[in-house]
């Protein structure tokens, strides 16, 4: 059993990297606890959802430091972390329910970059006929 796993998540423009360890549940992202990190619940929720779908709650420490993106990109950023480290901690048990869920597939989805002579990337300007 490998005492410390080492994985890496991305989300839209965040990238997360996280430090598992067998453990008590410890969770502490950038240098903070998680719940005063993720101030959303469901941020919170987003990030926990690896070791629920697992049943593994409460039983590895969490490193995690994440950069770029938004703090929904992040925490995304972090689930996709964590459930890579998951699988690469007991891919015979957990690799197939993580997968199965699409926790292990990186979300393609990026922002639109935006157009010349468009307001964004697809808005455009008000047509008048005049």
Known sequence: MPEKIYATGRRKNA????????????????????DEYFDRESLKLIAMQPFELTETRGQFDIYATVSGGGISGQAGAIRHGISRALSEFDPDKMKPVLKSAGFLTRDPRMVERKKYGLHKARKRPQFSKR
């Open 15 to 34: 990238t997360a990297r996280v430090w598992l360890t067998p453990g008590k549940g410890a969770y502490t992202v950038n240098g903070r606890e998680v």
